[in-house]
């Protein structure tokens, strides 16, 4: 099994920043693809940004220039810095991590969701 652990949300003020990072556990071969999703209150989950085991990245056109992803390969972790944050970036966020287990199986895990939430 492949567990992930997500932390780095809080409470924030306008223009403000935050870090989130995502480590994935377990049995694993290789990690594959990785990205974080949000889902604001009422609305559909949608995603934020993805990063391939190359580094190649891609995001929300309306997020980019002001949130950056970023992996270890050693440590089998994504980060998200989120910067210049605004109240409608408030939302659970959620990591999502792709690979092969060591018994080359596919796998497929979300993260707990962590919360934030800019406001002043």
């Known amino acids: 099994q492949v567990q992930l652990v997500e932390s780095g949300g809080g409470l924030v003020q306008p223009g403000g920043s935050l870090r989130l990072s995502c480590a994935a556990s377990?049995?694993?071969?290789?990690?594959?693809?990785m990205g974080w999703y949000r889902q604001a209150p009422g609305k559909q989950r949608e995603m934020v940004a993805s990063i391939t085991g190359g580094g190649t990245t891609n995001y929300a056109d309306s997020l980019k220039g002001r949130f950056t992803i970023s992996r270890d390969n050693a440590k089998n972790t994504v980060y998200l810095q989120m910067n210049s944050l605004k109240p409608e970036d408030t939302a659970v966020y959620y990591c999502?991590?792709?690979?092969?287990?060591?018994?080359?199986?596919?796998?497929?895990?979300w993260g707990q969701g962590t919360q934030v939430t800019v406001s002043s």
């Open positions: 377990g049995s694993i071969f290789i990690v594959t693809a």
């Open positions: 999502n991590v792709q690979g092969l287990t060591r018994g080359l199986q596919r796998f497929d895990v």
